[in-house]
């Protein structure tokens, strides 16, 4: 008897078991219903009510505030059921279409709801001091943050140059003419936010954006050797503020990049190789923000022909400069924009000129948002796919190459274009630029046209934490002339130990120019060579 009272226990409370899983049966008839449904929504409005009249972040108040639309639709909705109800006498009707659909809508909304609820609790367990991409200290409102970030980019680097082939003590031999320890930067990073809507940034660097300068860039100035500036030294980078009352519309002013190429745009410690391309690094960037080089005492460069200040090339790229710009994202990355006015004049330089330089920048996330970086670190099991164009307007001031002590502006028309792909550990970029510069009858008689195309690919490896990556790069300095354009050739193999904070990186590059730029027998043309550079490079960040 006792084993059957104990068989009888266990069947009774498996039977309250399975009644306790069973959803309540919601009440029958029209009118019970329309009082539930009506408890339901008073309760959703004085939660949303809550959020909207609490200090919780602005986004949360916003979505509150949202929703509580939609609710208070619904509550006119059952409003005009309850009149109609009470007009045809159906309280005791078994069914209306309309309640089950407003039964749905409220399901809905809570589960909007929840997750606002969620996002709130975490926020109040988050602390207010700690590491996240960065080490932060928050006030307990979250309304004040500020955070320290910074990284590190040591390399070792072997160059090999070819001399030309008609030089006349040329032994057609590659001679390693740089081998050394450099830093290509040392960025500190203080990121601040207030109510949410003031942002600021200040970075500082010490060292330089690619290593060694060859003035001019990648060139021999005379057959007797390479001139080069270091331009290590405590530099400040981007320095400026945003008000942000919408993420549709964002004001920034200070000191910034220029919102024009998208290899520029991406940040230094999140580049696939070691240093950007061949277009976007040819630009006057000197220690001291100056456009023009100042040949040492003695140095002859052809004193003929050239005065005694040379003007680096300008590509694709117009790097940081001083500023305004209006930005802002439009339906979760599907449109996003940027306009700017800057100096025009290069980082940490005033104007010199009464001149700006006018920028303006479309992209669109095609099928979401795209994550920060040039390589797929996170493997996305999604395709992410970012397309953008930029155009710019600019007067830039030159020398005139016969008369040293006279400057003039050119009218300069850039535009650019480019792709960004990333999937599944794989990653793609592909930019092309061009520029039609008018110096009008001082010296060149025709507009110089400049073209550019860069195309790299890369493929991160998850579980070895390895990412291969190859680039191709050409810069046409001006298409009437042949053969003075320049090929890069370029390839990367990353150890990734902790993401883009802790990595690796052995790198190849090769220059090869045009035959005729190899020639000293062209006259009054700067000559370049056939250069390969190997560098292991450390990145190293928090």
């Not at 005009?80 to 005791?92: D, F, G, H, S, V």
């Not at 609790?121 to 307990?140: H, V």
């Not at 004193?303 to 790097?319: C, I, K, M, T």
């Not at 092309?432 to 008018?438: G, K, L």
Request: hydrophobic share 40%; glycine share 8%; charged share 25%.
């Amino acid at each position: 008897m006792r084993h059957i009272f104990l068989l009888c226990l266990v069947f009774l409370f498996a039977l309250q078991a399975v009644e306790a899983q069973q959803p309540t049966e919601r009440p029958k008839g029209v009118r019970p219903r329309l009082v539930l449904l009506e408890s339901q929504v008073d309760e959703l409005s004085q939660t949303l009510q809550a959020i909207v009249g609490s200090e919780e972040p602005q986004h949360l108040r916003r979505q509150s505030t949202q929703l509580l639309t939609r609710v208070d639709a619904l509550t006119a909705d059952l409003e005009k059921l309850r009149q109609e109800t009470y007009a045809r006498n159906q309280a005791m009707q078994e069914h209306d279409d309309r309640l089950d659909a407003i039964g749905e809508e409220i399901e809905g909304l809570w589960a909007e709801v929840n997750e606002l609820k969620r996002l709130m609790k975490e926020r109040m367990l988050k602390p207010n001091a700690g590491y996240d991409n960065g080490f932060f200290i928050a006030s307990a409102d979250r309304k004040f943050e500020i955070k320290l970030s910074g990284f590190v980019k040591p390399f070792y680097l072997v160059g090999f140059q070819e001399p030309p082939p008609d030089h006349e003590s040329d032994t057609h031999d590659t001679e390693i003419d740089e081998s050394g320890f450099q830093l290509s930067s040392a960025r500190l990073s203080i990121e601040t936010k207030v109510f949410e809507v003031i942002h600021g940034l200040l970075e500082i660097d010490f060292g330089t954006l690619s290593g060694t300068k060859i003035v001019p860039t990648e060139r021999r100035i005379s057959h007797e050797g390479v001139i080069k500036l270091e331009s290590y030294g405590v530099r400040m980078m981007s320095v400026y503020g945003e008000y942000a009352p919408l993420s549709q519309l964002k004001v920034r002013a200070g000191q910034f990049k220029v919102p024009f190429d998208r290899e520029m745009l991406f940040r230094e410690n999140e580049l696939t190789f070691g240093h950007r391309s061949l277009i976007t690094r040819r630009y006057p960037l000197y220690p001291d923000g100056r456009r023009y080089w100042q040949a040492p005492s003695g140095f002859d460069a052809n004193p003929s022909f050239s005065p005694d200040e040379f003007e680096l090339q300008r590509a694709a790229s117009f790097g940081w400069d001083r500023g305004i710009q209006l930005h802002g994202a439009i339906g979760e990355g599907v449109f996003n924009y940027a306009l700017g006015a800057f100096n025009g004049a290069g980082i940490n330089v005033n104007n010199n000129n009464r001149d700006l330089l006018l920028i303006a920048r479309v992209w669109s996330d095609l099928l979401g948002p795209v994550t920060s970086g040039m390589s797929d670190l996170t493997v996305a099991p999604t395709p992410m796919v970012s397309v953008g164009a930029a155009f710019s307007y600019d007067l830039p001031q030159h020398r005139n190459e016969l008369t040293p002590e006279l400057t003039y502006n050119s009218s300069d028309f850039n535009v650019t274009g480019d792709v960004h792909f990333k999937w599944k550990g794989l990653s793609s970029l592909i930019a092309a630029f061009y520029r039609y510069s008018d110096h009008g009858a001082v010296f060149f008689d025709t507009p110089i046209q400049t073209m550019g195309f860069v195309g790299q690919l890369a493929y991160f490896h998850q579980p070895l934490k390895l990412e291969g990556g190859v680039r191709y790069a050409i810069l046409d300095e001006n298409v009437d002339l042949s053969g003075d354009h320049l090929h890069e050739l370029t390839a990367v193999l990353n150890y990734h130990l902790f993401a883009n904070h802790l990595k690796v990186q052995l790198e190849f590059r090769s220059l090869l120019p045009g035959e005729e730029n190899k020639s000293f027998m062209v006259p009054y043309r700067t000559t370049y060579h056939n250069r390969h550079e190997v560098m292991l490079m450390a990145q190293l960040g928090f």
